[in-house]
């Protein structure tokens, strides 16, 4: 008979022994010839030793996803080979607390821009009872390390595709997908500004705001509701904090 191991991912809410209390995101300026040094500061709040381990991982960024992590697969802005870290097996004692140092030494030929990673934290014991079941509580953390190297420039936007989805007969949904041809990230807001037939505004709408990593691509939702039937005049506002781009859009509520 052939042996299956189930692997079940619990809320880290689950456990609540080991906690980070410094963040999961972390973002450093870098300069020429400039080792970084951060700390990830953990805590065992259990009444039990815990053992974590540490491990370094990719984050892989598909458009309009939040990226998945990956051990084997890289991409052209990967910090992965210049991220070292002290420790990658502790035991934690209950109540311990520890700070857990990494250090990035970006090459100096590498080009300005942003570049990323995660260290990833594990703990938990797996349980494999006497079955032909095997469950595997082990809990993990990501802990994202961005790094921007060199002059901070505003990146360039495009608007790749604009669609809109009919969600009722008076509510729509502005789909905008952008893309960064830029070399750094930026965190992008944006808002759709809606006209009538004598050009007079009468709304703006509020919509998403993510980041969007260079040569990469997002999609923003902007909801339109509770219009009157009848036909409008729109502007896509795209804000990077340091520059703003624009695109025309006509919307028809029936």
């Given at each position: 008979m052939k042996k299956y191991l189930i692997s079940i991912l619990l809320p880290l809410n689950t456990f609540a022994q080991i906690q980070i209390n410094n963040g999961l995101s972390h973002i450093?300026?870098?300069?020429?010839?400039?080792?970084?040094?951060?700390?990830?500061?953990?805590?065992?709040?259990?009444?039990?030793?815990?053992?974590?381990?540490s491990s370094k991982s990719d984050i892989i960024f598909e458009c309009g996803s939040y990226g998945t992590f990956s051990d084997n697969k890289t991409h052209d802005r990967s910090l992965k080979?210049?991220?070292?870290?002290d420790v990658d097996e502790k035991e934690l004692s209950p109540k311990q607390e520890f700070e857990m140092?990494?250090?990035?030494?970006?090459?100096?030929?590498?080009?300005?821009?942003?570049?990323?990673?995660?260290?990833?934290?594990?703990?938990?014991d797996p349980r494999i009872p006497k079955t032909t079941f095997a469950?595997?509580?082990?809990?993990?953390?990501?802990?994202?390390?961005i790094v921007n190297k060199g002059a901070y420039e505003a990146p360039k936007l495009i608007?790749?595709?604009?669609?809109?989805v009919s969600t009722d007969n008076k509510s729509k949904t502005v789909m905008v997908e952008l893309e960064n041809v830029g070399f750094f990230s930026a965190?992008?807001?944006?808002?759709?500004?809606?006209?009538?037939e004598k050009g007079t505004k009468i709304q703006t709408v509020k919509g998403e705001?993510?980041?969007?990593?260079?040569?990469?691509?997002?999609?923003?939702?902007?909801?339109?509701?509770?219009?009157?039937?009848?036909?409008y005049d729109g502007v896509i506002l795209a804000d990077t904090g340091k520059k703003i781009y624009g695109s025309n859009i006509t919307l028809k509520i029936d």
């Open positions: 450093f300026q870098s300069s020429t010839n400039g080792e970084i040094i951060g700390r990830i500061k953990l805590q065992n709040t259990g009444k039990k030793v815990e053992t974590f381990t080979d210049w991220l070292e870290f140092v990494f250090r990035i030494n970006i090459p100096d030929d590498v080009p300005a821009g942003t570049y990323w990673g995660a260290v990833m934290i594990e703990y938990g469950v595997n509580d082990r809990a993990r953390y990501a802990v994202q390390i608007f790749k595709k604009v669609a809109i965190t992008v807001k944006t808002q759709l500004e809606l006209y009538d705001g993510k980041n969007i990593y260079p040569t990469r691509c997002n999609i923003y939702n902007i909801a339109v509701n509770n219009m009157k039937p009848g036909k």
